[in-house]
């Protein structure tokens, strides 16, 4: 049998190969592993995002038997996004795979496959180092790629202005931040109008050292660990104070090194957003570009095989294709950990 010929078994046809991409490969996101984000793959290449002006109003008193007090129409607004495209491209050469296993024995499948499965699995990761990107540039209102430049500004989409950030003035040993807690979940609840399960903040590495040293603070975040000293649980990244259930957030050296050497949450920042509110982000999945999945449901990620010219080896192909938003991101509040 020639060598290449492995690549015809069922093994890598593109169903196996995206079932092997999308198990089991994880990258740390805060974003992804709160579940945020509601999933779901679609059979086109964009989706439209309806947004009604359903605004609340007072009704004026009217006559008895009289005619009454008439509304404007609502009028729908219709977004479309285009789902963006992210692929990975590599090869698996005949001479990776020579001399790991004996010619004709029946376990050239489990040996090529390791090499198959081991460069898929690297290019899965980044592409889910990719979506959490994507996914806190959402909870930023605008989503960037990994040059910086705006994909996505959902501000400019949805006609509306950013709100104004809030400033928490960490530095100062006066300042309530119970208080501005309170005044900055005011703000979110009136620009949400609806109901929530909670508020949550993704923290800065500066903030958050400014935060949980405060001395307003500091005693909530201090019985926080002793509690989860007591369950045997790991250190503490996370915590709730002013009706706030702030995170550190992560980004790690790597992650920070493939965006321009910048966290996905700036140091002295922290970014405040909605949980429990129905819609409210959103990730599509559209389908890979083969003939095999067209007007299919997308998958979270694609994989595929092609022989090369006189059997030299393999062309692997990994990819997602995924657009993540925030539907209504005048909810968005960013913080600062200065002074105003």
Not at 75 to 101: C, N, W, Y
Not at 171 to 192: F, H, I, P, W
Not at 249 to 256: E, P, Q
């Amino acid at each position: 049998m020639p060598m290449l010929d492995v690549f015809n078994d069922d093994a890598f046809s593109v169903t196996s190969m995206t079932a092997r991409v999308n198990e089991g490969v994880y990258v740390p996101g805060q974003v992804s592993r709160l579940g945020v984000f509601a999933e779901e793959g679609v059979s086109t290449t964009s989706i439209a995002i309806e947004a009604r002006d359903n605004e609340l109003t007072l009704v004026a008193p009217s006559p008895r038997g009289g005619p009454g007090e008439t509304s404007g129409r609502n009028r729908d607004k219709l977004r479309s996004f285009i789902i963006p495209h992210f692929q990975r491209d590599d090869t698996v050469m005949a001479d990776e795979i020579q001399g790991r296993r004996a010619f004709g024995t029946e376990t050239e499948v489990e040996t090529v496959q390791t090499v198959v499965d081991r460069k898929a699995a690297r290019h899965a990761r980044a592409l889910d180092a990719t979506l959490e990107h994507q996914r806190v540039g959402a909870l930023k209102g605008i989503v960037t790629d990994k040059t910086g430049a705006a994909m996505y500004n959902l501000y400019n989409e949805f006609g509306i202005v950013a709100p104004d950030p809030i400033f928490f003035d960490l530095g100062t040993a006066a300042t309530s931040v119970r208080t501005k807690c309170y005044d900055l979940k005011m703000v979110m609840e009136d620009a949400l109008e609806d109901e929530y399960d909670a508020i949550h903040a993704l923290v800065g590495s500066d903030f958050w050292i400014e935060l949980i040293e405060h001395k307003a603070v500091k005693e909530t975040y201090l019985n926080t660990i002793q509690a989860s000293e007591l369950r045997g649980d790991p250190a503490v990244d996370q915590f709730e104070f002013g009706g706030i259930v702030w995170h550190r957030y992560r980004t790690g050296r790597k992650a920070k090194a493939a965006n321009g050497n910048a966290p996905f949450i700036a140091a002295d920042k922290a970014r405040f957003f909605f949980t429990g509110v129905p819609d409210l982000f959103v990730t599509r999945y559209a389908p890979a570009d083969y003939i095999e999945t067209v007007n299919t449901d997308g998958l979270p990620r694609y994989a595929k095989i092609i022989p090369m010219k006189n059997d030299k080896g393999v062309e692997l192909e990994v990819q997602m294709n995924a657009v993540n938003l925030c539907t209504r991101p005048g909810t968005l509040f960013e913080g600062s950990s200065a002074a105003a």
